[in-house]
């Protein structure tokens, strides 16, 4: 064919999809919005492995960052507040050929949603979840979350929040069967790619927490972010998140840590004098997914189907 | 004092055109399971029967306990039976004290035979002693035959713990009484024990056949029930039961749900046989969960079911509002007990239909079906998943705990390959054909399944126009929202009129819907015997609305519905016509048709009997 010999096995997609290709609607978030930079790289990871959109499930709950499957040239499921998970799980429970994406805020995951989110956590559904916290409401126009720090200044604490923040790490390190669990932040485009890539490898319910700024409500956060480089330290980790050498340049602070150890984890996760820990904390590629489960006995035919229910109904004869 | 009852005075049987039997207990004494086995030999035997559980709400109540009765009611008759009947006939207790929780709902009359386990009598407690002969004195003044029987004594001659046991020694006696055929009754006794010992199957079979013999030598009752020459096939099974095999004849693939009384032994039946079909039950985190779950895997093209009760509703109120509004197909079952709130678990009630017509908010039209007979629990399972699909919209298909546990025979249902869903269409979509492409006439439109390509789209519950995005537009809005809707008069306009119970015109017409048809229509054919100019007519569909209605109302001088939930009787304190709340289907039938239709409910927890229909008939049209 084409004059080429016939020993030359040539590869050729069907079709080569480009970044446009993902492409939907302008997206509606405010400027400076971490999200914007969360969906471009999403995109771009789409197009690095080629996904097809057909495929390709984004799903999400209620808030600014919910908005996003919208935004994805991909088949999306923008449902309800807090109930992003159980919607995925279905989905993808008996499609094991679909890729499906979650996104999630920290009201949606960790107020709305707590409950579903630590059974997704526990099913351990194969699915590429991301959490954008920016420690406050923003769609409903600045109410405290539970992930904003004790003297948060909002509409509904205006005299600043009075308890401690949930830690979405140290939670979902919590629980059982717990397979992947990470972190990065939106402003260091290498390290959010790497790490969303790496998400997107692993075969389970891959967390990836990403702490974000909200420019119009958590303004002050913004500049704590910016000032305080000397919170974020990369984790180093063989067969982890791996950034080269210029994007390694970005961190002031690294870590030697072991991801296949939970401990290590958890202790990377619950550190109180406010350090960030960016990169892979935790990998069990051994845990039970619920969806290898939910693809077993499939196709069946109608005469099968059939069969089945004469016998049934034989048994209840009379 | 203790009455010698169990002299053998002759061996004649009498023969008889039905019965009611009762057997209570205390909560684990197996009395449930030794009545199942009655009625399923008796309809194999090819009699009429239908039976109706009697449950404790707490999982171990304390012994000898009013509250703590534990039982079954079975009805068994020359012909077809449709309801639980009024008084009980003849009841098998295990003490003196659990009859009274059915005494205080009228289940016996005079005359009414107990046979009463005896050991009380001569317990070592003087305080049971007491009420025993206290209990024993009481249920004879109220006219009760009483017959003291021997049943432990008897028992502990082959076991050792007569508590497991007594009730395949009771079944035996029972076989004796109603002249069982005993091979059938022992075929029964090892269908039950199947996933047990050799061992404990001989032994039941052992005090099956010791309560038949003790019975042949010391009772003097003995009945024949002739049974139905027919050819037909028949299946007996209770409403969760056919509800599981409409599932597997719908070819549904995802069973959603969460734990729940009194739907849950559905989804035991289901978890038991759907793999072998090809589908798989689900056992959520939550009620909520159990749909968003289900509506996912109805999203990404695998048919799904959730099933649930009136609690379970109420929390998944919120997607089934999202299933209405972005069009995922979807079936749920609500298996409705007693409510408000936790209410009466295990109780039948009908008060689900408002909240499943309009708990959500705003404008969220679904098909509602109910279904009025154990065969209909099957039925309608498969047309809910044809529904659903065709008019891309929730399907609730609503039972009742009455349904749930009640057994009855029907045909065999001849199983057609069109029942099933087809297999997943991933064929690329039709270029240019959007993904809510609204027939402008009939609001119908075809969906992309993910995998499809070309048909791309993002569902949402946000107001959306054809292609799936958000829309604040106000005249989408409105458009929208009427071809929702529009989609219940599409079928409504495929129905016939409900068929009429009796004569086209008369004094009073009755309307029910869901369990209650057995009980309404032999109360209205025994009301027309009396002279009464009395019909009925029974709805399955409440939404979209039967047709043709009104123009049956106007053929009678009185309409009322009749149903198993709260209303405002018109002669309580306060109560006028304007500010009387009527019961559920009665409150869419005034507004509906603006007949001025009275109603007769209430919410005791109980089937209704044909007799209290039948009182009411006759306080309405002065028939004696």
Known sequence: ?????????????????????????????????????????????????????????????????????????????????GRAFPVASGIKFRRPDLDVFVITGDGDCCSIGAGAWMHAIRYNINMTVMLFNNEIYGLTKNQTSPTSRIGTKSNTSPRGSILPPINPLQTTLGISNVSFVAQTVDWNPAHLYATLNAAHEHKGFSFVHIVQRCPVFQPDLVDEFKSGKDAFYLIKNNDGIVLDENAEKTFKNSVEHDHTDINAARNLAEDENGKFYLGLLYQNKDADCYDDYGAHNMGFTAEQKMEVLNEELDKRAI | ??????????????????????????????????????????????????????IPAEIQPPARTREGASGIRIRVGSKKITNMGNEADLLVAFNEQVPYSRIVQHAYREGTIML?????????????????????????????????????????KLVKNPRKGKNMWVLGMLCYIYQRNIERAEQQVRYVFRKKTVEIIDTNLDLLKAGYRWAADNLDLKYEVPTIPTEEKLVVMNGNEAIGMGVLAAGIEVVSMYPITPATSASHYLAEVLEKSGGLVHQAEDEIAAIGFAIGASYAGKTAITITSGPGIALKTEFIGLAAMAEVPLVIVDVQRGGPSTGLPTKVEQGDLLAVLYGQPGDSPKIVLAASTIEECFQFIVLARKLAETFRIPVFVLTDA?????????????????????????????EGVKPFDWNPETGLSRRPIPGQSGGIYTLTGLAHNEEGIVSYNPDNNQKTSELRSRKLATINKTLKPPSIHGEESGDLLIVGWGSTLGAIEEAVDQAIE???????IHLRFLSPMEPGLKKIFSQFKKVLSVEINYSDSSNDPYIDNENRRYSQLAWILRAQTLVDIDCFSNVKGQPLQPKDILAKIKEELDVK
């Open chain 1, 1 to 81: 064919m084409f004059g080429l010999k016939h020993d030359i096995a040539c590869d050729i997609p069907d079709k080569y999809y480009s970044l446009e290709d993902y492409e939907k609607a302008v997206p509606r978030w405010c400027p400076g919005c971490g999200d914007h930079a969360v969906l471009t790289n999403i995109q771009k990871l789409c197009r690095e492995k080629q996904l097809d959109p057909a495929k390709t499930v984004f799903v999400s709950g209620i808030g600014c960052s919910s908005r996003f499957p919208h935004y994805m040239k991909t088949y999306g499921f923008h449902g309800l507040h």
């Open chain 2, 1 to 54: 004092m203790a009455t010698p009852a169990v002299n053998k005075q002759n061996s004649q049987s009498k023969i008889i055109g039905e019965h009611i039997l009762e057997i209570v207990s205390d909560s684990g004494e197996g009395a449930q399971k030794c009545g199942q086995s009655f009625a399923s030999i008796s309809a194999k035997m090819g009699n009429g029967v239908w039976t109706v559980e009697i």
């Open chain 2, 116 to 156: 009463l386990e005896k050991k009380w009598a001569t317990s070592k407690s003087e305080e049971i002693r007491e009420k025993y002969a206290s209990a024993v004195k009481d249920f004879k003044n109220q006219g009760i035959d009483v017959r003291e029987i021997p049943m432990e004594e008897e028992c502990l």
């Open chain 2, 402 to 430: 009455n349904l749930a546990t009640g057994q009855q025979p029907f045909p065999r249902p001849k199983v057609q390959k069109d029942w099933f869903s087809p297999p997943i269409d991933q064929s690329p979509w039709k």
């Open chain 2, 530 to 536: 009396l002279g009464a100019k009395v019909s009925s």
